[in-house]
Nanobody, 121 residues
Framework: QVQVVESGGGLVQPGGSLRLSCAAS????????MGWYRQAPGKQRESVAT???????NYADSVKGRFTISRDNARNTVYLQMNSLKPEDTAVYYC???????????????WGQGTQVTVSS
C-alpha cells in the first residue's frame, strides 16, 4: 500500500506565504514525477507545479515567479513554497506522485487527500 499525505494549508492574507509538504510512504520502490495540483470551487483541477526525480520543474504561468517546488528524494517528500499569495490562489491543493510499488513494474498515479489554502483579508 502507498499513502500520499499533504500538510501545511491554511488561511493567509494576500501577499503572504505558505509552505505545503507532501510525503509518500508505504511499499515504494521508486518515484518519478511529483507535483501539486489545485481545484477551486466550480473549476477543474489544474496543474500548479511538477518536478521530476532529476529535479526538472514546470510551473503554471499563473504561479511562475511566486511558487517554488522542490523535493527530497531520500524522504519521498515534495514541497511547494508559495509566496506573494493572491485571492485567486484559493483552492484545495492536491499532491500527486507517479510511484512504482512492489506489486509490479509500472508506475501508478497516487493522490493525496488535499489541503485547503485560503487567501483572504
Amino acid at each position: 500500500q502507498v499513502q500520499v499525505v499533504e500538510s501545511g494549508g491554511g488561511l493567509v492574507q494576500p501577499g503572504g506565504s505558505l509552505r505545503l509538504s507532501c510525503a509518500a510512504s508505504g511499499s515504494i520502490v521508486s518515484i518519478n514525477t511529483m507535483g501539486w495540483y489545485r481545484q477551486a470551487p466550480g473549476k477543474q483541477r489544474e496543474s500548479v507545479a511538477t518536478i521530476t526525480s532529476g529535479g526538472s520543474t514546470n510551473y503554471a504561468d499563473s504561479v511562475k515567479g511566486r511558487f517554488t517546488i522542490s523535493r527530497d528524494n531520500a524522504r519521498n517528500t515534495v514541497y511547494l513554497q508559495m509566496n506573494s499569495l493572491k485571492p485567486e490562489d484559493t483552492a484545495v491543493y492536491y499532491c500527486y506522485g507517479a510511484i512504482q510499488d512492489y506489486s509490479g513494474g509500472a508506475y501508478y498515479g497516487y493522490w493525496g487527500q488535499g489541503t485547503q489554502v485560503t487567501v483572504s483579508s
